[in-house]
T-cell receptor
């Protein structure tokens, strides 16, 4: 089966600019997650979708981050305006909602200068 | 707030040696996950531990879960260079959810 697709792989922007990341989950996976992984740390959940509804966005900095999952398939994560501390790898993951865990995409490495 | 701690954070070991990575978590959970991450790559699922006393083995890696002690171990037997990576454990935030809290990671370097 095809894995979780993410794009772009890398992005460099200046602070205060905006950026968007795209994720296409594994076909049939109802649950989609966006994680932020700062260098040297474990991933931190930003937002969880079940189909096209938000289940948990308690860790999402809503003043600058937004995410949507239209039609319950692809998802986009946007940052506007970006800050230096947003430099991280943004990982998308999907699951069938079972206890067997997620499948992660390859991630987007964001550098804010 | 759920805390997931791993130790050691860094581990440098010689090929052929054995070692154990520890993952402690602060609230009750009957599930725990281990992931591997190579530099610049995404996370790959290694083990899914679903009950107290669960033990899983794959090659030179063996993971176990003690839910009463809130502890999981990842044991490396006769390490080889290919095992060099960062290893993360993850625990569900609350029972029955799929929001995982990840540990800080253990960066393993196996020296030839």
């Amino acid at each position: 089966e095809a894995g979780v697709a993410q794009s772009p792989r890398y992005k460099i922007i200046e602070k205060r600019q905006s950026v968007a990341f795209w994720c296409n989950p594994i076909s049939g996976h109802a649950t989609l997650y966006w994680y932020q992984q700062i260098l040297g740390q474990g991933p931190k959940l930003l937002i969880q979708f079940q189909n096209n509804g938000v289940v948990d966005d308690s860790q999402l900095p809503k003043d600058r981050f937004s995410a949507e999952r239209l039609k319950g398939v692809d998802s986009t994560l946007k940052i506007q305006p970006a800050k230096l501390e947003d430099s991280a790898v943004y990982l998308c993951a999907s699951s069938q909602g079972t206890v067997y865990g997620y499948t992660f995409g390859s991630g987007t490495r964001l550098t804010v200068v | 707030e759920l805390k997931v701690e791993q130790n050691p954070l860094f581990l440098s070991m010689q090929e052929g040696k054995n070692y154990t990575i520890y993952c402690n978590y602060s609230t009750t959970s009957d599930r725990l996950y281990w992931y591997r991450q190579d530099p610049g790559k995404s996370l790959e699922s290694l083990f899914v531990l679903l009950s107290n006393g669960a033990v899983k083995q794959e090659g030179r890696l063996m993971a176990s879960l003690d839910t009463k002690a809130r502890l999981s171990t990842l044991h490396i037997t006769a390490a080889v260079h290919d095992l060099s990576a960062t290893y993360f454990c993850a625990v569900p935030h609350t029972s029955g959810t799929y929001k995982y809290i990840f540990g800080t990671g253990t960066r393993l370097k196996v020296l030839a």
